[in-house]
DNA sequence: CTGAAAGCGCTTACAG
DNA sequence: CTGAAAGCGCTTACAG
């Protein structure tokens, strides 16, 4: 590899000179440094890296932590991420914590032990306790959270207001003519699906329609087989239902699965509203009115209010939190009515 | 952030020994090691990676290149390799070549001068020249391709053999009953079109069906709308044909959609063969037969195979390429009869 | 068993 | 305009 000490020797010149040529400094003569750059491209210099980073004390590198890549949102907001990056010439190091608490500990660890310039995470559903977090922020490395976050730790946010989408989605099988709307939440972790829930509840209070807890089945991993499973376990306990508000799309098309199989009618006799609009929601039949999640910009927010953390700290600026709530619409597809 | 220096200035001795107790040097005396290790634990010591890296000249850190992110198979890959590399303690930069070949040079300049270990790569759709490759390899980094591969470039490469899954693939076609069988290709590039091609065709052959190029689609994007578009268009130009064998679920899955809307009926009127085994293919109505590609183990091969290369290089070993060809299976389901 | 010293390849404050 | 020197924080061959 060829190093700054070749090239001066080659031209009989000192590092420092060269390495300024190099940087487009003023004061090297206009002559040095047309010589000292055609004989870096020569001879293909690339400077050491990890010089750099150690000189510099910053690696141009972030970290992200996702709770699970084969997923439609969270690959959608890596691609935001790290297409947003690359513009600003970061580099992003992915981890899946595999909505495990403690493995979402330990590769924060390999984060800061790497010393990323700065971490983005979503959290895993087991995340109940915060000292991993504060523990970045103690290290003063820029750290921001998106989608499944913790409302207590003190650092910037993007999401979705949960509580406003399921409000919307709520509000319209009522709207539809929906009486008995049953609602599979997530569990009583992720604060999105508490939201949902709340969002669900509140819809369903400001209509005057009395909130039946029994209408509500609590989900523990949220999989196509659970979606099915509740499906199954509506039509046992209740027959009356004639709308659900399900907390994501995959459940919605577990239970669409399974009311389709036992000949139940979508919309007619029961209309289904899912959350996160994956691109499956629109091929499946019947298709299904769903909560649209802007994975993609939510990623390239979060790596946009990142950056500008990362920049402020090296100017010794200091750091402001923020909040981005991002719009969600409404897709009305075949699963509702009209 | 505390140093070596701060530790041994702390305990009256030197930066060598403090370093040498940390890393269980044999030749530093029982006491001095239990000491220097507590006091690094108390002062929550961290080595600099960046430090360390520029002295091993070696960053445990690998590239991955691959098309496209938001992508069942491909995110199944992601994971796998990242899995397989925390496992070996290495960390993954992920970047997204978006089917361009020139994003795909650029990036390897990027991973090239951030001197990772190593680099995973699947070739973009694009991809016709292999400098950039080549690169890689005179750079002596150990690279490793997978999926789409160039089979000129010569290093490690982890596939299925797409021709003989597509020769399977028609041959069920062709024991179902089926006697007019059309394709949709993909386009002329990746390697991986033209040999799912030519298993197809070979299957046809050895049953003795004379092929008939006019039943053989070339599609571009291999996108779910350009599924809808050939369905359509196959109704209009052949209406004898009762199977096909789509290169891909994505465009399958837009194939049956056409059928669907248009009355067709799957698989009476026409037997379905897909690509991939994406979740969809198991939710959609009808729901799809198709060849099972295993994304996470090509995944977790790849990083394997890296992983050993780059150990052979530190060791000074020779390294040898090698091919991996995993199997494949067809998954039946309701897109084709019996 | 301990430590002084060289060196990895840069950057930059400072002197001339 | 040019360059000697210090330093980023480690590792390791070598001396004692």
Redesign the pocket.
Known sequence: ?????QIAEKL??????V??A??DY???????RKLVRETASMLH????S???N????ESKTIGLIIPEIVHHFFSSVIKGIISQAEKKGYLVITLQSNESYELEKQQIELLLNKRVDGILISLANGTADYKHLSEIIENDTPLVMFDKIAKVVKCSKVIIDDRKAAYKATQHLIDIGCKRIAHFRGPLLPQNSIDRFLGYKQALLDNNISYDSSLVYLLNDMSFEEGKFYANQLLQDHKDVDGIFINTDLVAIGAITEFNKQGIKIPEQINIVGFSNWFMASVISPSLTTINQPGFDMGKKAFKILYKEIKDKKEKKSIVYRDEILETDLVLRESTKN
């Open positions: 590899m060829v190093t700054l000490k009989n010149i000192s590092i420092t000179t390495s300024k190099l940087k003023p004061d090297v003569s206009k002559k040095t210099y690339k400077p050491n990890f010089a750099v150690l000189r510099t004390k």
